[in-house]
């Protein structure tokens, strides 16, 4: 297949009313327009899936900008065939660029995101998801209700579990829509730092808090689970600015991530172990 790939972003600028102008800084090409514009792209439907079901993931759609509004369209392309290392590529070709128009004029001629994908072209397509497939759940009212008290009320006892939760809810909840990157793993890590290695650098305590729910020792822990590990991959991306994870790795190591921090979570709520590290442990 000849061509290229081509992954865009488009922003609405309310501060930009300049004539029409294409800039090009390759691989990325920026064009800032006013005027009514569509593009073929695969609209993504689900990224959970029932695990007994045969369910559509995605679907060819049609995106169409207001005619009225002027946009800052960043196109970035390549023909790396790789799903996930080509929308690296080009995110990165992409964010540098939309970081150097902030400094070298203001922030504020990005107004609102409009899109942030793949173009879906007839000679050349690329789609890439990360499909997780979950067992479906059945919410019963009444039992809910009673949760949500009890949870409410067993973490009011304590003013700083109270506040550390709520500002660990705020960095989860950011993460759920978050693809395996560097940003859903900072998110979720950080959850880790806020609690159980409050008051500390040391990741043992993550280790003894996980062999405290689990009923294994620290020590097993910290090696069935690899905490160390995990550890080392937060300080080279924050210390060397790469998330050094083999493509091969990266789906188990953050459902692994999101495991952790959703057991701490689910302990910090007074609610039983959940068994979903016990794949690892035993």
Known sequence: MKGFYKFITIYKTTLIKDQPQKIISDPITIEIFKGARSYKILHQLSNILPADEDT?????????????SYHIEFTARTKEENPYLARKICEDEIDRIITILSIIYK?????????????????????????????????????????????????????????????????????????????????????LEIFPMKATSNIRSISEYLASITGQQPEIVKEKLGIGRLYGHRCSLVHNGKLDIDIKEMGDTFIKLENIVYE???????????????????
Do not use: C
């Open 264 to 282: 701490v979570l689910r302990g910090m709520s007074g609610i039983p172990y959940s068994g979903s590290l016990d794949k690892y442990l035993y």
């Open 56 to 68: 559509l993931a995605s679907k060819e759609a049609t995106l169409v900008l207001d005619e009225k």
């Open 107 to 191: 922030p504020d001629i990005f107004d609102s995101l409009i899109y942030h994908g793949w173009l879906w072209e007839v000679e050349k397509g690329m789609s890439d998801a990360w499909i997780k497939r979950s067992e479906k759940i059945q919410l019963n009212g009444k039992l809910l209700t009673a949760e949500l008290i009890s949870i409410k009320k067993n973490q009011s006892k304590d003013p700083d579990v109270f506040e550390r939760f709520s500002l660990m809810s705020r960095f989860y909840s950011k993460s759920l829509p978050e693809r395996p990157s560097e940003e859903k793993f900072l998110l979720l890590w950080t959850i």
